[in-house]
């Protein structure tokens, strides 16, 4: 009987290659399957983002009917054409909301971000920032401030967002 014998070269590579494809399908196909991440769209043009949406009804205008659970809320927010809008929410340090937004259909360019309470220099903390015509998700405010989204139009059409939300913050509505 013999043994084959791997060198430590053989290993090596085969455990980056190994990485690599696993980081390839976590981003191609589990992000948009259970969490509607799909930076890559594959996950839409394979039909995984449906999936992220199993409790969801789509209506004949192209966005989602959701049956809210208690104390959740849907807010319906234009985007004009050709431009950008914030919508945001008053949140203390360590609150937490949970979120879903989704266009008819049309990717907007967003930043998830907050602003300091008080802070008058213009920085603002980046939470997630893409090209996507939905997303589903949760965070934690690491200050008190506001939170929210700036969402971008690029078309020439405006686009309709469904955003549901729930948990500990007050309505800001849309910053001017």
């Not at 967003?110 to 008058?120: C, R, V």
């Amino acid at each position: 009987m013999t043994q084959h014998v791997v060198s430590t070269k053989t290993l090596v590579k085969s455990t980056i290659f190994a990485t690599i494809i696993a980081a390839v399908v976590f981003v191609c196909f589990i992000l948009p399957a259970e969490y509607n991440i799909d930076p890559t769209h594959i996950g839409h043009r394979l039909g995984l983002t449906a999936l992220a949406h199993h409790d969801d009804e789509l209506t004949d205008t192209g966005l989602s009917s959701v049956a809210t659970e208690q104390g959740q809320e849907v807010i319906e927010v234009i985007v004009p054409a050709g431009k950008g809008i914030e919508y945001k929410f008053q949140m203390g340090r360590h609150d937490k909301m949970t979120y879903e937004w989704l266009t008819n259909g049309e990717p907007l360019y967003f930043d998830l971000h907050g602003e300091p309470e008080g802070d008058t220099t213009g920085y603002f903390e980046s939470y997630a920032i893409a090209t996507l015509a939905e997303m589903k998700g949760s965070f934690t405010a690491p200050f008190d401030g506001s939170h929210g989204w700036y969402w971008k139009n690029t078309s020439n059409q405006p686009v309709a967002i469904q955003l549901i939300v729930g948990g500990q913050y007050t309505v800001i509505g849309l910053k001017q």
